[in-house]
């Protein structure tokens, strides 16, 4: 197995400790950062915020079977390679895996050789690193989102899986965090007008669904959308993702101006985006308040 010219994230889920270390043994040396969960809450939580390249999981997990949580990964991070392995199953939910997305299956203990040739096919479904295309200097991405908050996991794993898929785990998630709180602003405060106090409120008391439901019956707020704008600036070794919502804006330069010790009050409003600012200083409105823009350098 050749290695790769970047180290791809790679999640082992499997309640055995011998069995994470062991894959994680042969990995070594072969351009693998390898984490390890032992159940699905835990493993869908470390999916959630670390986005790996590829999942290896067992079918028999605690609390749940691993087709189960496979097809949970598939509908949150569809472009994930899942591994499934187990020491003896059958042959229908082998059949069921892969018809649900599994990239391949492998007998357990799983051997160096059998792993790598998984690995190497698992690869092949992984997005292309545009750093990787001769001649390329720019490229550009345009998503149109609707207005549904229950679609933003989505999405955004869809943007770091395709986009910053080479970034330092560390960067990618806070990538990730920024992008969520950026992207929860422009569909709930921003298209669905939604403001702060409203929504802790409704939280408060067990409402935020209901709240939701009634924006998103309204057609005026329902059929607004949120425009994404991703540019990998090859030259300027860069990514650029401006966020555009259809609401009415907001004065945000009172906002960011605000000292660290009020935003981190957690009655405050705006604290989501001072967090964004403070990875990604860069963080820019337009002077409607409707567009924000982060740039990150790939340096």
């Keep these: 197995m050749n290695r790769p010219t970047t180290s791809e994230h790679l999640l082992v889920i499997d309640p055995c400790p011998d069995t994470q270390a062991r894959i994680a043994e042969q990995l070594q040396g072969r351009g693998f950062s390898v984490v390890a969960a032992s159940d699905p809450n835990t493993a869908l939580t470390t999916i959630d915020m670390a986005a790996p390249d590829i999942v290896i999981t067992d079918l028999f997990l605690p609390e749940a079977t691993g087709l189960t949580l496979l097809k949970e990964l ?24 892969l018809r649900a997305g599994a990239a391949d299956y492998l007998h357990k203990p799983v051997t160096e050789e059998e792993l790598a ?96 439901a009634h924006r998103l019956a309204q057609a005026r707020l329902r059929d607004r959308r ?28 009172s906002l960011l101006t605000r000292s660290q010790e009020l935003c981190e009050a957690e009655d405050t409003n705006g604290r989501g985006i001072f967090l964004a600012r403070s990875f990604f200083p860069c963080l820019a409105y337009n002077e409607r308040g409707n567009e924000v823009t982060i740039t990150v350098p790939l340096d």
Aim: aromatic residues 6%.
């Design 226 to 253: 949120v425009i994404m704008h991703v540019l990998h600036d090859k030259d300027a070794n860069s990514l650029a993702y401006r966020i555009t919502d259809e609401g009415k804006g907001f004065k945000w330069r």
């Design 74 to 97: 598939k509908a949150r991070h569809e472009l994930c390679s899942v591994i499934v392995m187990a020491e003896d199953a059958p042959e229908p939910m082998i059949v069921q895996s």
């Design 117 to 212: 040739h998984a690995l190497q096919r698992a690869r092949h479904l992984l997005p292309g690193d545009l750093a990787d295309i001769p001649g390329l200097c720019r490229s550009e991405y345009r998503l149109t989102v609707d207005s549904d908050p229950t679609h933003i996991a989505g999405v955004i794993s869809w943007l770091i899986k395709t986009t910053a898929s080479t970034l330092p785990p560390i960067r990618r998630l806070h990538l990730r965090g920024a992008l969520q709180e950026l992207l929860f602003n422009a569909v709930e405060h921003g298209n669905l007008e939604i403001v702060y106090r409203e929504k802790q409120e409704a939280l408060v008391d067990g409402r935020y669904e209901q709240l939701l």
